[in-house]
């Protein structure tokens, strides 16, 4: 199984779970596939694209489950990074976990794994 991660707001994932479907972030809709990332990727993205932002959720997910949607293409630094050309269904993440900002500003992370 080769885990990954999605970081999202809150209200985002539990429209997804009302809806019984997630279509993506705005970022996700607009470069057409939802970005994830790996245990080694998400500290960075989280910084990078998540600064100061509270009420975020960690969702881990099988990328080996959604088969032929998932791709691994370059990205920060030519790293290969799973991107879902597809919907998802909420019910399909393995787990979801607070990803609370820490009293130096950071996210503090749940243990990643399953």
Do not use: C, N
Not at 39 to 47: G, I, L, P, S, Y
Not at 48 to 77: N, T, V, Y
């Amino acid at each position: 199984m080769a885990l990954i991660y999605k970081i999202l707001p809150r209200t985002l994932w539990q429209a997804a779970e009302a809806e019984g479907v997630f279509k993506g972030a705005p970022v996700d809709l607009a470069d057409g596939y939802i970005h994830f990332s790996t245990a080694e990727q998400v500290h960075e993205t989280a910084a990078k694209h998540f600064a100061g932002q509270s009420d975020l959720l960690l969702a881990a997910f099988d990328a080996d489950a959604f088969g032929d949607a998932m791709k691994w293409e370059p990205s920060r630094g030519g790293a290969l990074f799973p991107h879902l050309y597809a919907t998802l269904a909420p019910e399909t993440a393995l787990w979801v976990r607070e990803l609370p900002l820490g009293s130096d500003g950071g996210h503090e992370f749940p243990e990643l794994g399953r």
